[in-house]
Nanobody, 119 residues
Framework: QVQLVESGGGLVQAGGSLRLSCAVS????????MGWYRQAPGKERELVAA???????NYADSVKGRFTFSRDNANNTMYLQMNSLKPEDTAVYYC?????????????WGQGTQVTVSS
């Protein structure tokens, strides 16, 4: 079993910063893709940032320039640095890792951490 555990969420004022962490129970270098997602009340889960198997990083337009996705392969941890937070960033944030073989893509998810941004 692969386990992902998020931490670092909380309540922050608009304009503030938070750093989310996701600890993974196995080597993250073995995954072909990793990502951060979020789900706000009344909305569908959306991709926030992702690192592809080729090493490239992409961000949702709504967070580009404010959020940074990074990882520490030695410690099997990935991070989401969130700066200039806005009330509309309020959501439950989930980390994700994926591996694949020739038949399937296998997704592993954390249980989420709440981020609340006050006006």
């Amino acid at each position: 079993q692969v386990q992902l555990v998020e931490s670092g969420g909380g309540l922050v004022q608009a304009g503030g910063s938070l750093r989310l962490s996701c600890a993974v129970s196995r080597s993250i270098s073995g995954f072909y893709a990793m990502g951060w997602y979020r789900q706000a009340p009344g909305k569908e889960r959306e991709l926030v940032a992702a690192i592809t198997g080729g090493g490239g990083t992409n961000y949702a337009d709504s967070v580009k320039g404010r959020f940074t996705f990074s990882r520490d392969n030695a410690n099997n941890t990935m991070y989401l640095q969130m700066n200039s937070l806005k009330p509309e960033d309020t959501a439950v944030y989930y980390c994700n890792a994926a591996r694949k073989d020739e038949w399937h893509v296998y997704n592993y998810w954390g249980q989420g951490t709440q981020v609340t941004v006050s006006s």
